[in-house]
């Protein structure tokens, strides 16, 4: 079991920059894959970002693709999306997900590839 605590969202202005954290507890964190998901009121959830186990491979969604950037500290056991130049199309609630995966290079894009979710955490981005 790996219990997920998202925090760092708000309200902020188009432009501006947000950095999430994700704190993870329960299994060793440095055996899980991590990913970053995004629900918007009556959207579904949608892929926003992914970290393999090391932290040396990642990918993005083309919509935040040279705006966000993901990263981890396998010590404080955390997970990070710094998001910025954002936009008001960015408000959603963000979640932190993770799956176990120590395969090199692997990074997982689908909701359902993920087998522990966080709370979530609520980003406003204002025009």
């Known amino acids: 079991q790996v219990r997920l605590v998202e925090s760092g969202g708000g309200l902020v202005q188009a432009g501006n920059s947000l950095k999430l954290s994700c704190a993870a507890s329960g299994r060793r964190f440095s055996d899980h894959a991590m990913g970053w998901f995004r629900q918007a009121p009556g959207k579904e959830r949608m892929f926003v970002a992914t970290?393999?186990?090391?932290?040396?491979?990642?990918d993005y969604a083309d919509s935040v693709k040279g705006r966000f950037t993901i990263s981890r500290d396998n010590v404080k056991n955390t997970v990070y999306l710094q998001m910025n130049s954002l936009k008001p199309e960015d408000t959603a609630v963000y979640y932190c997900?993770?799956?176990?995966?120590?395969?090199?290079?692997?990074?997982?894009?689908?909701?359902?590839?993920?087998?522990?979710w966080g709370q979530g955490t609520q980003v406003t981005v204002s025009s």
């Open positions: 997900a993770a799956r176990r995966s120590i395969a090199a290079m692997a990074t997982f894009v689908s909701a359902t590839d993920y087998y522990y």
């Open positions: 970290i393999n186990w090391s932290g040396g491979y990642t």
